[in-house]
């Protein structure tokens, strides 16, 4: 099945600095990947979600690219704030029309 | 994400009971899932259903039992052959097995 990992799994950035957080996956049938952010003991939220025949796909201060080749993909935060500090989760979309979650990565940003 | 709700937000039940936690929405998605957080880890696919009086089991489905009777709404049992059952409990709906939307989730704990 699907295998999802996710790196790094903590990152601290101070603010208005770049985050970049990356994931790989094991299928390469897998045609969709969302990114998820989760604020503390509340509900993941979908930020942005990219489709298998798009390299790259941008809203506003995120962006998320996608190298199928390489079964890789990449969320892209700029110029971030305190309030982009969450949990954030990769997932692709394999088998079955499921979702596999990454671990999470945990974001820091200090003011 | 408005349109799906958990209920109750805490549970608390003693080993060996059976206890059914809610998940309702209005958005007319014909998929629908749950899926267990435990803390620091990222969202394990319990069971799933796609259209109505169909399931599907996920990977964490023994112990867990669910019923799709309405496409409103998705229940899921913890039974007592749970191992583990403290946990976040996170429904989730989509209404094309692609864009997943979350509820406020359930978080159980089990003494």
């Known amino acids: 099945g699907e295998n999802v990992e996710q790196h790094p799994s903590t990152l601290s950035v101070q603010e208005g600095d770049s985050a970049v957080i990356k994931c790989t996956y094991s299928?390469?049938?897998?045609?969709?990947f969302p990114w998820y952010k989760q604020e503390l003991g509340k509900r993941p939220q979908l930020i942005i979600d990219?489709?298998?025949?798009?390299g790259e796909k941008k809203d506003q201060r995120i962006a998320v690219t996608l190298n199928k080749t390489a079964k890789h993909f990449s969320l892209h935060i700029t110029e971030t704030q305190p309030e982009d500090s969450a949990v954030y989760f990769c997932a692709a979309r394999g088998y079955g029309n499921k979702l596999v979650f990454g671990a999470g990565t945990i974001l820091r940003v200090k003011s | 994400d408005g349109g799906i709700t958990q209920s109750p937000k805490y549970l608390f039940r003693k080993e060996g009971q059976n206890v059914t936690l809610s998940c309702e929405q209005n958005l007319n998605h014909d998929a629908m899932y749950w899926y267990r957080q435990d803390p620091g880890q990222g969202l394990r696919l319990i069971y799933y259903?796609?259209?109505?009086?169909?399931?599907q089991k996920g990977d964490i489905a023994e112990g867990y039992s669910v019923s799709r009777e309405k496409k409103e709404s998705f229940p899921l049992t913890v039974t007592s052959a749970q191992k583990n059952p403290t946990a976040f409990y996170l429904c989730?709906?989509?209404?094309?097995?692609?864009?997943?939307?979350f509820g406020p989730g359930t978080r159980l704990t089990v003494t």
């Open positions: 259903s796609q259209i109505v009086n169909d399931f």
């Open positions: 990219i489709r298998s025949n798009v």
């Open positions: 989730a709906s989509s209404p094309n097995s692609y864009e997943q939307y």
């Open positions: 299928d390469s049938a897998s045609n969709y």
